[in-house]
């Protein structure tokens, strides 16, 4: 079995096909959509959970792929240190995901790392390297 989180991006022709619900019809793998972006007329971008047998997880990148979708894994993730961030609110400005909020009555910066698409963008942005990269 493997579980592994992808980001997806599509362009706008593929955007009307069915092809995330083939990957659980075709090749029998779960998945856990964390994150979609659809514009009209513009490409589509999906982070995915996806669960299943190792040899179906490949069929099934290798069909994604065949179809004209980019697939990329994510396979780092982004960590906060409580101790270091000070709630500058920097990050905030720069994430495009949503996965950094500020609480407005404390006005404290909180992380959702389930929101994160590992754009890296906060790590750059942070006075006191709070926010880092971990391989997993
Ligand atoms: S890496 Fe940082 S900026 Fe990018 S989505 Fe994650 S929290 Fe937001
Ligand atoms: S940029 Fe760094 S210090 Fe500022 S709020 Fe974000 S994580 Fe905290």
């Given at each position: 079995m493997?579980?592994?989180?992808?980001?997806?991006?599509?362009?706008?022709?593929?955007?009307?096909?069915?092809?995330?619900?083939?990957?659980?019809?075709?090749?029998?793998?779960a998945?856990?959509?964390?994150?979609?972006?659809?514009?009209?007329?513009?490409?589509?971008?999906?982070?995915?959970?996806?669960?299943g047998?190792?040899?179906?997880?490949?069929k099934?990148?290798?069909?994604?792929?065949?179809?004209?979708?980019?697939?990329?894994?994510?396979?780092?993730?982004?960590?906060?240190?409580?101790e270091?961030c000070?709630h500058?609110?920097?990050?905030?400005?720069?994430?495009?995901s949503?996965?950094i909020?500020?609480?407005?009555?404390?006005?404290?910066?909180?992380?959702?790392?389930?929101q994160?698409?590992?754009c890296?963008?906060?790590?750059g942005?942070?006075?006191p390297?709070?926010?880092?990269?971990?391989?997993?």
């Amino acid at each position: 079995m493997v579980a592994k989180k992808v980001l997806l991006r599509f362009s706008n022709s593929l955007i009307s096909k069915p092809i995330v619900y083939r990957l659980v019809k075709d090749y029998n793998l779960a998945f856990n959509i964390l994150k979609a972006q659809i514009l009209p007329d513009e490409e589509g971008e999906m982070v995915l959970e996806i669960e299943g047998d190792r040899a179906c997880y490949e069929k099934g990148m290798a069909f994604l792929k065949d179809t004209g979708v980019e697939v990329l894994n994510i396979d780092k993730r982004i960590v906060k240190d409580e101790e270091r961030c000070y709630h500058c609110s920097a990050c905030t400005v720069v994430c495009p995901s949503g996965a950094i909020s500020i609480d407005r009555e404390t006005m404290r910066v909180g992380y959702d790392p389930e929101q994160c698409i590992v754009c890296e963008l906060c790590v750059g942005t942070c006075p006191p390297r709070a926010m880092r990269v971990e391989i997993v």
